[in-house]
């Protein structure tokens, strides 16, 4: 019972609360606006509160298991992105489909994020001694997310689908490029004994509280982030 009293230096519980109420306050917000919002973007911004409502009611789970254990909950953790991700790829599409993007788009977008997810999860979980095999997998399958969004088929789309949404593509572009890169520095601290000879942290429970730590900014930013620049872009002029 000792964790269930939050030390004032907790900063894994404190990030978990703040996710916590973060995901809900954006989550309530969302759904709220999908009423005054155009007709051609509600979709877009009911996904956005589809994805922190998802990470609301997991970041609930993490942050009572977390305070019960003072264990990451790792399990937990990738549930969330295995729904969240995908459905932050139907952003992607959903702003483009305007201009002509293809389902085909779609799946190449959800198959990466999914392989990107997957081997992370091995690496942290089932294979940690390959953590860095399967950290390099998932690095590749990150990058081509970015080039899909930044230089390939997402890019060219959005420039033809005029000024709003070619910004907000451009914006939610680096949200996956910097703010997604948060998660593989927090799998880089978190790996027990280093990666690859990157030893960020060398105290195991220090290693996996800045991971908590860095997966858990790295979630809000992206996905209120990320929400709110599907939302102003429902609200820009061009309806
Ligand atoms: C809302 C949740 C989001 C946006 C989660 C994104 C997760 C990633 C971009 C994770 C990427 C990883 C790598 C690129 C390498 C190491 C393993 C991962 C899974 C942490």
């Given at each position: 019972m000792e964790h269930l009293k939050i030390a004032s230096d907790n900063y894994v519980a404190f990030t978990f609360f703040i996710g916590t109420m973060a995901m809900m306050a954006a989550s309530v917000f969302f759904f709220f606006e999908v009423n005054n919002t155009s007709p051609k973007w509600r979709t877009s911004v009911l996904v956005s509160g589809i994805i922190t409502f998802i990470a609301a009611v997991h970041y609930y789970y993490m942050r009572g298991y977390n305070l019960e254990?003072?264990?990451?909950p790792t399990f937990f953790r990738y549930v969330d992105w295995i729904l969240t991700v995908p459905l932050m790829c139907v952003e992607f599409y959903l702003i483009t489909k305007k201009a002509g993007a293809k389902i085909g788009l779609l799946w190449k977008l959800i198959a990466a994020s999914l392989v990107m997810l997957i081997t992370g999860y091995f690496g942290e979980t089932i294979d940690r001694g390959n953590s860095a095999i399967w950290g390099a997998i998932s690095g590749l399958a990150y990058f081509y997310i970015v080039y899909l969004i930044w230089f390939g088929e997402v890019a060219k789309l959005a420039q033809t689908a005029g000024a709003q949404v070619a910004k907000a593509t451009r914006t939610l572009g680096w949200f996956v490029l910097v703010g997604w890169a948060i998660y593989p520095l927090g799998y880089i601290l978190g790996t027990p004994g280093g990666f690859a000879g990157i030893q960020?942290?060398?105290?195991p429970e220090a290693a996996a509280h800045s991971m908590d730590i860095a997966y858990n900014i790295a979630d809000v930013i992206n996905k209120v982030g990320f929400g709110l620049v599907i939302y102003a872009l429902s609200r820009s002029a061009e309806d």
């Open positions: 254990t003072g264990d990451s960020l942290v060398s105290n």
